[in-house]
């Protein structure tokens, strides 16, 4: 979750005085979650900076997602500096959580995402990390050039365009690319990231963030031709799906009372349009004859809408108990996602262990 409990004048209030440029001798991780990528990896490496202004070092993070390929000897041969692996495969959004943690525990000022395929040009990195340096923005989205990308239908263009309007009007921002894993983190917003979905971070980390008062800014970015399918849309009903889902999800979290009163109204105008009917028929118009069953219909659709209110009372009361326990988790963050120092021996992955991660397992689901 992200910020404070209060109204949306008091988050925005509180994100502006969390947003500070990186420190001196600031630390950017740049990391790339990978499933069975060891021939799109090097590619992919070979662009990446190793050095970019407003920070002293720039390192290489691999999340290697429980690949079945040589991702992570490719990796090690190619010079990254932090390598962590998942035992089974579980998914981009576990892959990119697990990377923004152990970018923390590196001591990461600044976390800069991006994909494995070579989608998007590594050069653009200066321009997406400039609105944190300058202490403009917490989250930053490279918005990709959709008209012009040749490997885009028109119909994915369309949906792609309509699913950021979607972001954009539920997370009260003007991210116009909702769907770019190209994005940089504060480390501020990197500790209030948690991911509810399995299936992507894109969007909901947007509404996360518009929600909650981070500021959000998006930079252009440029793109390379495709080198392999997308694994993400493997076909556009599932994306819709899942990206609808995605949203909701979001909504019912965020802003519980206002969906469920919006769900609940509906039953209840039908049921009142019935009783309206009812009286006209038999006060007004006086014709004869039973009109229970339209009567049963009635009350039943009230019931339920009435119910439904109630259900977003109690929601409305659970999400702001959920708030406190997300603060507390952030809490908990800072502490156990300490910069750790120099990896210690005998761990492969650079990072000198993970063991503090497993304790922010029983959060997850607050």
Known sequence: MFGPVGGQDERVAAAAERVSAPPSGALLIIQIPCFNEEETLPVTLADLPREVAGFDR?????????SSDRTVEVARACGVDHIVSHPVNRGLAAAFTTGLEAALRAGADVVVNT???????????????APVVDGRADLVIGERPIESIEEFSAVKKRLQ?????????????DVRD??????????????HVQLHGRYSYTMETIVQAGWEGLRIATVPVRVNPATRPSRLVRSLPSYMFRSAQTIVRSFVLYK??????????????????LVVRWVVLSWVVQQHGTRVPSLVAAAVLLLLGF????FGVVADLLSANRRILSELRVAMRRRTLAP???????HADGLGGLDGLDDLDDLDGV
């Open 340 to 346: 750790s120092g120099p990896p210690a021996a005998g």
């Open 161 to 173: 365009r309509i699913g950021s309007w979607v972001v954009r009007v539920f997370s009260h921002s």
């Open 256 to 273: 519980p009372f206002r969906f469920f009163f919006g769900v609940g109204a509906l039953p209840i105008a039908l049921g009142m349009l």
């Open 115 to 129: 994909d494995a395929d070579n989608q998007y040009v590594a050069a653009c990195i200066p321009d997406l990390v």
């Open 58 to 66: 720039v390192e290489w993070l691999v999340i290697d997602d429980g």
């Open 178 to 191: 909702a769907a770019s894993g190209f994005r940089a983190f504060s480390r501020e917003a990197a500790l």
């Open 307 to 310: 119910q439904i209110w109630i």
